[in-house]
């Protein structure tokens, strides 16, 4: 393939027509071309007066010797995977998010049979559970916007955007594309899915996952872990009452960032942990157009989809303010997984046509702040915020809220303006420096101030903020050495609850290596 560099495009046109632009600046004749892909589409808008999209084609044409003005790249290609043991007995997997339901889809196009153990419920159960929590406040603490079939990844942006480097990203892509993903991920700078895209997906990987020979057991919660002579030997499950004991000789543990009493029964069974960096915060809101017009300016004519940013802010004390999984036309996520606590997130559909932004708006936390030296200590932390959240917000899973002119001038809301909460079941004004830990206001204030000499409008005072984010990544991390094994022979922890990973894209990889290094395979391309 040859690589076509930096075409800019500054009104929207089909796919056939990018390509006769391309080739006309680069001299390629049309009949020459056997094949074509976009391999990049990015927004270019640094000039408000001149904001286009740039496109990276690559092409096949008959003779590539001719064009040696444009550089030749190789076609990507699913790396392979071969399989040097086959397991004696069933590979178990805790966990049903992208951790791991990326290990299973390795193993079964391995012909290995997992079996996937699940303690929320199919996604589209869930999807109507989540749903009547929105509408009712009443929250079902097995399966939620944290937990079941998906992960918690399910019910956000469905970003796929990652700081790490890995041929398998480019698999993960193509997998989500196979079972249903828009093709766009394949090349957009930004990818995301969006959650109603997400949900279909996720059942078709599952459908894929049985037809091929896997095992998922629904509504079913591992509650013990059997040990002999330092090996995993065996799973206890709870389903409907019922406790089951199933030998297992190798688990991969993919549990999420809140499974918060497995992360308990793991601490007192002697599994290596420590505890470790994580951040919390709030949910900021602005109107979807004050971001558009902030990034894009009002000149351009192109169709662009809504504006995204992302922010970072380091103060003078060491602490970091930054944004995080922003949501171009999204929703505040009602996200809680335990009775009486707020937890928040943000959503967006793939079409991101929601009237408000939002993005997490965090300040880092370490050990140091918490009050032991015990590996679950940020649990604690994180949870006697989450109830504090609560009660600020009436007690009834309605969300503390406040607009940012009041949180800046600490001074509790009495009305609200221009931008409207999207949280459901609902929200109370409240003063959110009430709740937060001093250094966490103060940091979110300075941050807010500066990220408004970046962004215009990021500290309109009628923007919203709504508390708490404290989810965003997990307060422990469970060791494992370089074969991806714990100090207990035959347990994997993997994915972002075990504290290798941060976001659909990194914790499916890691299902994918987890399950490589499970079967001792060797990697090629």
């Not at 390509?19 to 000039?47: F, P, Q, V």
């Not at 389903?239 to 960032?257: D, K, Q, R, T, W």
């Not at 200590?377 to 959240?389: M, P, R, S």
């Amino acid at each position: 393939m040859l690589r076509i560099y930096d075409i800019k495009i500054r009104k929207d046109l089909p796919e056939n027509e990018i390509l006769e632009t391309a080739i006309k600046k680069h001299g390629i004749y049309k009949d020459d071309i056997l094949d074509w892909h976009i391999a990049r589409k990015s927004i270019d808008a640094r000039k408000k007066n001149d904001v286009h999209y740039n496109y990276c084609l690559d092409i096949q044409v008959k003779n590539e010797n001719q064009y040696t003005n444009l550089s030749k790249v190789k076609k990507f290609e699913m790396p392979t995977i071969k399989i040097n043991k086959h397991l004696s007995t069933r590979p178990i997997i805790v966990g049903a998010g992208p951790a791991g339901l990326f290990a299973a889809l390795t193993f079964v196009q391995n012909d290995i049979k997992p079996i996937i153990i699940e303690q929320g419920q199919p996604v589209e159960k869930r999807k109507e559970v989540v749903e009547n929590f929105l509408k009712t406040g009443k929250l079902n603490t097995s399966s939620n916007v944290q937990f079941g079939e998906g992960g918690a990844g399910t019910f956000s942006d469905g970003k796929l955007t990652t700081g790490i480097s890995s041929p398998f990203c480019r698999k993960v892509l193509e997998e989500f594309v196979h079972f249903g993903a828009p093709k766009q991920i394949l090349y957009v700078s930004k990818p995301h899915i969006g959650t109603d895209y997400l949900i279909q997906i996720i059942q078709n990987m599952r459908q894929y996952i049985i037809a091929k020979g896997g095992t998922f057991l629904f509504d079913t919660k591992v509650v013990d872990f059997d040990i002999t002579n330092q090996h995993i030997s065996g799973v206890h499950t709870i389903h409907n009452e019922l406790e089951e004991i199933i030998p297992a000789e190798h688990v991969i543990l993919a549990i999420g960032h809140s499974s918060r009493d497995t992360f308990q029964t793991l601490y007192q069974r002697g599994i290596s942990m420590e505890a470790k960096n994580f951040s919390v915060g709030v949910r900021i809101e602005h109107l979807q157009k004050w971001i558009n017009q902030a990034q894009y300016g009002t000149i351009t004519k192109l169709n662009l989809p809504p504006a995204e940013y992302k922010l970072a802010y380091h103060s003078a004390n060491g602490r970091s303010c930054y944004t995080f999984c922003m949501c171009p036309g999204g929703i505040v996520m009602a996200s809680s997984s335990e009775p009486n606590t707020i937890v928040t997130n943000g959503m967006s559909n793939f079409l991101r046509n929601g009237q408000n932004a939002n993005s997490a708006l965090l300040i880092n936390v370490t050990p140091s702040d918490f009050d032991s030296h015990s590996p679950l200590a940020g649990i604690y932390f994180q949870k006697d915020l989450e109830e504090k959240a609560f009660t600020l917000g009436g007690s009834n899973y309605f969300a503390p809220v406040q607009r940012v002119e009041d949180f800046l001038k600490n001074q509790k809301s009495e009305q609200i303006g221009e931008v409207n909460p999207t949280y459901q079941p609902g929200f109370t004004l409240t003063n959110l420096n009430e709740i937060l830990p001093n250094f966490v206001a103060d940091t979110l204030k300075q941050g807010i101030q500066f990220f408004a000499t970046k962004l215009s409008g990021f500290a309109h005072p009628g923007s919203i903020l709504t508390g708490l984010e404290t989810r965003s990544s997990s307060p422990v991390k469970i060791l494992r050495n370089e074969k991806f094994i714990s100090n207990i022979s035959g347990l994997y922890p993997c994915g972002e609850g075990a504290g290798y990973a941060g976001g659909i894209m990194s914790a499916a990889v890691d299902g994918i290596k987890c399950a490589i290094a499970m079967c001792y395979g060797d990697i090629t391309f």
